[in-house]
């Protein structure tokens, strides 16, 4: 099993639906979450972190569900632009900072 | 600010050279990352660096790699023979770990192939 392990997608929805990716972990001592957002070609880049209480940033939701060990990521109103492969993000403080990321789900919004 | 800066974008090379590639960090910051990135595998951690130590080289495939880092601005990962499976994007990584932040900032990657 993967330490780190997300939808395998591809998902593939209209402009303005809202559609949910799910990452589930398996080192209870994971301390810090993250999703990354990479373009075709592009290098990954931090989209957002995610908090214990959940967090919000525009259009995009982040939450942490740590009794079950998963993370989740929400857009809302889904853009062309949001098109992209979104990749959950693992780090192991105890490890001297070591992250894990997951294989990435791929979104396609089309018109 | 510069974010991080990887040399070469592109290269190209025969199988059997040795390839170098470079890597320099925001500035600050004191971890530095090298990944690896094919379809086929995907994300791929190689090696990193705390203040300048390596931390974990578990993820280097094989003696073929070499990385090191003299100082703290500048990284460089060795492949000495290079073979066609080493083909891939090579991306470098830095973090700074003040307020006990962890996110990891890319460069633009070096994608590498070998004929």
């Known amino acids: 099993r993967k330490e780190v392990e997300q939808d395998p997608g591809p998902f593939n929805v209209p402009e303005g639906a809202t559609v949910a990716f799910n990452c589930t972990y398996s080192?209870?001592?994971?301390?810090?979450f993250f999703w990354y957002r990479q373009d075709c070609r592009k290098e990954p880049k931090l989209l957002m972190s995610?908090?214990?209480s959940g967090n919000e940033d525009g259009r995009f939701t982040a939450q942490l569900n740590r009794a079950s060990q998963y993370i989740s990521l929400l857009i809302r109103d889904s853009k062309l632009s949001d098109s992209a492969t979104y990749l959950c993000?693992?780090?192991?403080?105890?490890?001297?900072?070591?992250?894990?990321f997951g294989d990435g789900t791929t979104l396609t919004v089309k018109p | 600010d510069a974010g991080v800066i990887q040399s070469p974008r592109h290269e190209v090379t025969e199988m059997g050279q040795e390839v170098t590639l470079r890597c320099k960090p925001i500035?600050?910051?004191?971890?530095l990352f090298w990944y690896r990135q094919t379809m086929m595998r995907g994300l791929e951690l190689l090696i990193y660096?705390?203040?300048?130590?390596?931390?974990?080289d578990s993820g280097m495939p094989e003696d073929r790699f070499s990385a090191k880092m003299p100082n703290a601005s500048f990284s460089t990962l060795k492949i000495q023979p290079s073979e066609p499976r080493d083909s891939a994007v090579y991306f470098c990584?830095?973090?700074?770990?003040?307020?006990?932040?962890?996110?990891?900032?890319f460069g633009p990657g070096t994608r590498l192939t070998v004929t």
């Open positions: 995610v908090y214990s």
């Open positions: 080192n209870s001592a994971s301390q810090s």
């Open positions: 500035s600050g910051h004191n971890s």
């Open positions: 660096f705390n203040n300048n130590v390596p931390i974990d």
């Open positions: 993000v693992v780090n192991h403080n105890t490890n001297a900072g070591k992250s894990t």
């Open positions: 990584a830095s973090r700074g770990l003040t307020s006990g932040s962890y996110e990891q900032y």
